[in-house]
């Protein structure tokens, strides 16, 4: 079953540094987000991607924050400046044209900020 | 701008029992998609069901099956024959457009 890659599986970084966080979607899905999950607490939404192009962003998502698509299967989330709140699990997600199939996720990446 | 509660912060229930987890949102759409997600201790997000709004029947998957009320905005999660393995917080999502909401989670413990 295809599957949406994310890596590294943890990363940990110091306060101030900048991070990538990488992901590989689904091959034929259309549609790109970020989701974050603080320790024990909800899944946040932070952007969604679509045709080469940021189509929705919450609050959480400010100028520190950047997506790209570099090279047609990478979708990468930067992290500029890293925060100690910036500690959390980020999860990828893809879906294709359609919403009959949900979204899948990726096995997320932990960021630890120290 | 829709909202998902989940109102069970914590629940638990014997192996091999029934269990309800609860779901209610607020939207003002008609054409929306709901969804349960599973996320075990290995903190990924596995997706357990759909439901797409404009159909009546409730959703199953095995052991899985929703009650879908429409009008009450209510979308509840019903697990039988609970197992070990479905030991695991579960997040109901709701999806308009381009953008999905989650639950603030159900930590589910299934006792032996």
């Known amino acids: 079953e295809p599957e949406v890659t994310q890596t590294p599986s943890h990363q940990v970084t110091q306060m101030g540094q900048e991070v990538i966080l990488r992901c590989v979607p689904i091959s034929n899905h259309l549609y790109f987000y970020w989701y974050r999950q603080i320790l024990g607490q909800k899944v946040e939404f932070l952007v969604s991607?679509?045709?080469?192009?940021?189509?929705?962003k919450s609050e959480i998502f400010d100028d520190q924050f950047s997506v790209e698509r570099p090279d047609g299967s990478n979708f990468t989330l930067k992290i500029r400046s890293t925060k100690l709140e910036d500690s959390a699990m980020y999860f990828c997600?893809?879906?294709?044209?359609?919403?009959?199939?949900?979204?899948?996720f990726g096995s997320g990446t932990r960021l630890t900020v120290v | 701008a829709q909202t998902v509660t989940q109102s069970q912060p914590e629940m638990s229930v014997q192996e091999a029992e029934t269990v309800t987890l609860s779901c209610t949102y607020d939207?003002?759409?008609?054409?929306?998609?709901l969804f349960w997600y599973k996320q075990p201790p290995s903190r990924q997000m596995i997706l357990v069901i759909r439901q797409e709004a404009y159909k009546q029947q409730n959703a199953t998957e095995n052991r899985f099956s929703v009650n879908f009320q429409k009008a009450a905005k209510s979308f509840s999660l019903k697990i039988s024959d609970s197992q070990l393995g479905d030991t695991a917080m579960y997040f109901c999502a709701f999806v308009y457009n381009n953008d999905m909401r989650f639950g603030a989670g159900t930590r589910l413990t299934v006792k032996p």
């Open positions: 991607f679509y045709n080469n192009e940021i189509s929705e």
């Open positions: 939207t003002s759409e008609n054409n929306y998609y």
């Open positions: 997600a893809s879906r294709s044209q359609g919403h009959v199939y949900g979204y899948t």
